[in-house]
T-cell receptor, first 113, second 114 residues
Framework: DAGVIQSPRHEVTEMGQEVTLRCKPISGHNSLFWYRQTMMRGLELLIYFNNNVPIDDSGMPEDRFSAKMPNASFSTLKIQPSEPRDSAVYFCASSYLLGQEQYFGPGTRLTVT | GENVEQHPSTLSVQEGDSAVIKCTYS??????FPWYKQELGKRPQLIIDIRSNVGEKKDQRIAVTLNKTAKHFSLHITETQPEDSAVYFC?????????????FGQGTTLQVKP
C-alpha cells in the first residue's frame, strides 16, 4: 500500500489566493482527518470524516477554511482567501475505524506570502 | 473540554540512558492512547499504543504504561540511541463511535547525545 498520499508537497502562494490541498487515504480506511501543525500551536485537528461524512469541524479556524470528501478515496481542504497566518504544515491522516491507529500522510508545507 | 498535558517539553539524555515522557488526560472515558514519533521535517509515525484494558505494553526498547485511576500514561525508552532523537507526541481518544478523534499532547523534543 502506498500509504496516505497528499498533494502538493509544497505550496507557495500570495495572500488572497485560493489554496486547495488534496488527500488520498489508505484504501479501505473509513475515517479521514485533517491536521495543521505550527511551532506555536502544535498539532491541531481541523476536521474529520467518517464514511465520507464530516463528523466534527470544530477545529476549522474560520469560514475561509472548508473541507470536502466526495468519495472514499479523496478529500480536499480549501483555504479562500489565504492569509500569511495560514502558513503551516497540513497533514492528512486516515484510520480503518474511528478510534483506531491513524496513519499520517507526508504533509503539505504551505507558505502564504 | 478534553485535554492532554505532556511533560517535559524537552528532554536531553546521554546515549544508553533511559528516557521517560509522561502524559495526563482529562476525559475519564478515554480508552485508547497512542504515541507518535516525528523526526524533523517528516510525518508523525505511530510507534506504540495501548488500550485501557491493558496496564503495560512493550515493544523492544519502548514501553508504555497506563494508570487509569490517575489518568496518566507514560512512554519509556531504554538504551537510547541517537536515532531516537525526535519529537514525541502522546494522544488520547475515546476510541469508539463518532468520538474517535485523537487529542494530542504538546510534544516532547528528545535529544540523545552520543
Amino acid at each position: 500500500d502506498a500509504g496516505v498520499i497528499q498533494s502538493p508537497r509544497h505550496e507557495v502562494t500570495e495572500m488572497g489566493q485560493e489554496v486547495t490541498l488534496r488527500c488520498k487515504p489508505i484504501s479501505g480506511h473509513n475515517s479521514l482527518f485533517w491536521y495543521r501543525q505550527t511551532m506555536m500551536r502544535g498539532l491541531e485537528l481541523l476536521i474529520y470524516f467518517n464514511n465520507n461524512v464530516p463528523i466534527d469541524d470544530s477545529g476549522m479556524p474560520e469560514d475561509r477554511f472548508s473541507a470536502k470528501m466526495p468519495n472514499a478515496s479523496f478529500s480536499t481542504l480549501k483555504i479562500q482567501p489565504s492569509e500569511p497566518r495560514d502558513s503551516a504544515v497540513y497533514f492528512c491522516a486516515s484510520s480503518y475505524l474511528l478510534g483506531q491507529e491513524q496513519y499520517f500522510g507526508p504533509g503539505t508545507r504551505l507558505t502564504v506570502t | 473540554g478534553e485535554n492532554v498535558e505532556q511533560h517535559p517539553s524537552t528532554l536531553s539524555v546521554q546515549e544508553g540512558d533511559s528516557a521517560v515522557i509522561k502524559c495526563t488526560y482529562s476525559d475519564s472515558a478515554s480508552n485508547y492512547f497512542p504515541w507518535y514519533k516525528q523526526e524533523l521535517g517528516k510525518r508523525p509515525q505511530l510507534i506504540i499504543d495501548i488500550r485501557s484494558n491493558v496496564g503495560e505494553k512493550k515493544d523492544q526498547r519502548i514501553a508504555v504504561t497506563l494508570n487509569k485511576t490517575a489518568k496518566h500514561f507514560s512512554l519509556h525508552i531504554t538504551e537510547t540511541q541517537p536515532e531516537d532523537s525526535a519529537v514525541y507526541f502522546c494522544a488520547a481518544s475515546k476510541g469508539s463511535g463518532n468520538t474517535g478523534k485523537l487529542i494530542f499532547g504538546q510534544g516532547t523534543t528528545l535529544q540523545v547525545k552520543p
